[in-house]
């Protein structure tokens, strides 16, 4: 029987159906497979991205999303993986193509390289440290402890002798890594001072001091300091400078009549002393470290006595007052060569309270051979962390919760004036100088922040250890960092590399 043109069209739309049902079958199988592998793949990126240096807030983002997308997806995911001829090119690409995203949208983050076992015993504090090429060097009462940076391995350990403890130490260090340590027995005056070589943990020459009492096994800031080549040691009768590489004394000099030595501080080129005179006004001079001879002298605007007082750098001369009166002066200060003061800035203004010393005014609580300056300068920029009331914000209930925001602020030695401000997630426990740069440190995020401008150049987040007090932090080289805690008997370790 013949075949009519009605019976050809008829043939012809059944096979056109066939091969639309078939493209169809195969596009839910590509489909399914391509975009539940970019889910899956985005997922687990996520998931395994903490650990292996990935952070940023994107990541929490990117996890929503790979849960969501994968909720409707899942099914032709598993379509696909039954259907392996056209499924299994679809995952591979679906794979690649979630993974190109993650690394497109993911940040930074840094994670814990290694760490020093706990302290003990569990009563123990740091009192201080140092950085020393490739050494951190933790300053107990009790020990001196110098970690590798690279990998956290023991370089070295120091005791003092008998039952001494460590009661002061040099803020920095000298040329050749030597530090100084005072020590002396237990509620004896801090009479001892010895050069420490940081290299490999070796002592050096001792000298005694002419100390006032200490309080059981406290200790004090500021009391010994170095100065280019030379070591200066100060004493109830006055301040006495020795060459860091022997001992044997350069100079001497006294305070004024009725003044008693108060802090020492030492730059490249320059020693800063502070005498307090009774209810007069404090007296801060600046001598040449080579010769003790007197470059400037200040009257401090503290009459009737300091609650607080910290040389923050030596060139250009910059000093934190914080006098006993109310109304008395709480400001950073900014000298000339000459003594003449250039600026002051209000610690706690209109605009923000400062945090000159980490941990705000209570901080020579901690690290307290040692204390950690959250003011630091750069040029003829002082940079510190500034706060807000309500920066931060606990809310209660079942299910607490804690927001935060936090901010450094950049003012001109010059004249005082702000010149920026950079945002910060949150509170700062960490700063740190890196050339034209400072890091800050906060729970959880470490942001790199231009010097001169104020611009956020770098952040990385802190993906293990959230360091929720203070800490002394340092950079061993590009992007590798150590954390040294005050308490590390808990929490946080003493030490740890981050990287």
Same mark, same amino acid.
């Given at each position: 029987?013949?075949?009519?043109?009605?019976?050809?069209?008829?043939?012809?739309?059944?096979?056109?159906?066939?091969?639309?049902?078939?493209?169809?079958?195969?596009?839910?199988?590509?489909?399914?497979?391509?975009?539940?592998?970019?889910?899956?793949?985005?997922?687990?990126?996520?998931?395994?991205?903490?650990?292996?240096?990935?952070?940023?807030?994107?990541?929490?983002?990117?996890?929503?999303?790979?849960?969501?997308?994968?909720?409707?997806?899942?099914?032709?995911?598993?379509?696909?993986?039954?259907?392996?001829?056209?499924?299994?090119?679809?995952?591979?690409?679906?794979?690649?193509?979630?993974?190109?995203?993650?690394?497109?949208?993911?940040?930074?983050?840094?994670?814990?390289?290694?760490?020093?076992?706990?302290?003990?015993?569990?009563?123990?504090?740091?009192?201080?440290?140092?950085?020393?090429?490739?050494?951190?060097?933790?300053?107990?009462?009790?020990?001196?402890?110098?970690?590798?940076?690279?990998?956290?391995?023991?370089?070295?350990?120091?005791?003092?002798?008998?039952?001494?403890?460590?009661?002061?130490?040099?803020?920095g260090i000298g040329p050749g890594g030597i530090g100084l340590i005072g020590h002396s027995p237990h509620g004896k005056?801090?009479?001892?001072?010895?050069?420490?070589?940081?290299?490999?943990?070796?002592?050096?020459?001792?000298?005694?001091?002419?100390?006032?009492?200490?309080?059981?096994?406290?200790?004090?800031?500021?009391?010994?300091?170095?100065?280019?080549?030379?070591?200066?040691?100060?004493?109830?009768?006055?301040?006495?400078?020795?060459?860091?590489?022997?001992?044997?004394?350069?100079?001497?000099?006294?305070?004024?009549?009725?003044?008693?030595?108060?802090?020492?501080?030492?730059?490249?080129?320059?020693?800063?002393?502070?005498?307090?005179?009774?209810?007069?006004?404090? =007296?801060?001079? $600046? +001598? @040449?470290? !080579?010769?003790? %001879?007197?470059?400037?002298?200040?009257?401090?605007?503290?009459? &009737?006595? /300091?609650?607080?007082?910290?040389?923050?750098?030596?060139?250009?001369?910059?000093?934190?007052?914080?006098?006993?009166?109310?109304?008395?002066?709480?400001?950073?200060?900014?000298?000339?060569?000459?003594?003449?003061?250039?600026?002051?800035?209000?610690?706690?203004?209109?605009?923000?309270?400062?945090?000159?010393?980490?941990?705000?005014?209570?901080?020579?609580?901690?690290?307290?051979?040692?204390?950690?300056?959250?003011?630091?300068?750069?040029?003829?920029?002082?940079?510190?962390?500034?706060?807000?009331?309500?920066?931060?914000?606990?809310?209660?209930?079942?299910?607490?919760?804690?927001?935060?925001?936090?901010?450094? =602020?950049?003012? $001109? +030695? @010059?004249? !005082?004036?702000? %010149?920026?401000?950079?945002?910060?997630?949150?509170?700062?426990? &960490?700063? /740190?100088?890196?050339?034209?740069?400072?890091?800050?440190?906060?729970?959880?995020?470490?942001?790199?922040?231009?010097?001169?401008?104020?611009?956020?150049?770098?952040?990385?987040?802190?993906?293990?250890?959230?360091?929720?007090?203070?800490?002394?932090?340092?950079?061993?080289?590009?992007?590798?960092?150590?954390?040294?805690?005050?308490?590390?008997?808990?929490?946080?370790?003493?030490?740890?590399?981050?990287?």
């Amino acid at each position: 029987m013949a075949e009519g043109p009605e019976d050809s069209v008829v043939r012809a739309r059944t096979r056109w159906r066939g091969r639309f049902a078939m493209s169809k079958e195969t596009w839910m199988v590509v489909s399914g497979g391509v975009l539940g592998a970019m889910f899956a793949s985005l997922g687990l990126a996520v998931l395994f991205a903490p650990a292996n240096g990935f952070g940023g807030d994107s990541l929490g983002f990117m996890g929503a999303v790979s849960i969501l997308g994968l909720m409707p997806c899942g099914a032709g995911f598993v379509w696909a993986l039954i259907h392996p001829k056209y499924g299994f090119p679809s995952i591979a690409g679906g794979a690649l193509l979630g993974l190109g995203i993650f690394l497109c949208f993911a940040g930074d983050g840094l994670n814990d390289a290694w760490k020093a076992p706990l302290d003990r015993p569990s009563t123990v504090r740091a009192v201080g440290s140092w950085t020393n090429g490739g050494l951190v060097v933790r300053v107990r009462p009790d020990e001196v402890v110098a970690y590798r940076s690279g990998g956290g391995s023991v370089a070295w350990q120091w005791t003092p002798p008998g039952e001494d403890s460590v009661c002061t130490m040099s803020r920095g260090i000298g040329p050749g890594g030597i530090g100084l340590i005072g020590h002396s027995p237990h509620g004896k005056p801090c009479a001892a001072v010895t050069a420490l070589a940081l290299a490999d943990g070796k002592e050096g020459w001792t000298a005694t001091v002419d100390a006032p009492a200490r309080d059981g096994d406290s200790a004090d800031s500021d009391l010994v300091a170095v100065a280019g080549t030379q070591a200066v040691l100060q004493g109830t009768d006055g301040w006495r400078a020795v060459r860091l590489t022997d001992g044997r004394e350069q100079w001497r000099s006294a305070p004024d009549p009725g003044c008693t030595p108060l802090e020492v501080s030492g730059g490249e080129q320059d020693v800063v002393t502070v005498a307090q005179c009774g209810n007069a006004a404090p =007296v801060l001079r $600046s +001598l @040449a470290s !080579g010769d003790g %001879r007197e470059q400037s002298r200040v009257a401090l605007p503290a009459e &009737g006595g /300091l609650k607080n007082l910290m040389v923050v750098s030596a060139d250009p001369l910059t000093v934190w007052v914080d006098a006993q009166a109310e109304r008395g002066t709480h400001a950073v200060l900014s000298y000339d060569r000459s003594g003449k003061q250039r600026a002051s800035i209000p610690v706690s203004g209109d605009e923000y309270d400062l945090d000159v010393m980490l941990g705000g005014v209570h901080a020579f609580d901690e690290f307290t051979a040692r204390p950690l300056l959250g003011g630091v300068v750069v040029g003829d920029l002082f940079i510190v962390p500034g706060e807000k009331p309500g920066d931060v914000s606990i809310s209660g209930g079942k299910h607490p919760s804690r927001t935060a925001t936090g901010r450094l =602020v950049a003012y $001109s +030695l @010059a004249d !005082g004036g702000k %010149r920026w401000t950079a945002g910060l997630d949150d509170q700062v426990t &960490g700063v /740190l100088v890196d050339g034209t740069s400072v890091w800050a440190m906060t729970r959880d995020k470490l942001t790199r922040v231009d010097a001169a401008t104020g611009r956020r150049s770098r952040e990385l987040d802190v993906n293990d250890t959230t360091s929720l007090y203070p800490v002394d932090l340092s950079v061993a080289e590009r992007e590798r960092f150590t954390v040294v805690a005050e308490d590390g008997t808990r929490d946080e370790p003493p030490v740890r590399g981050m990287s």
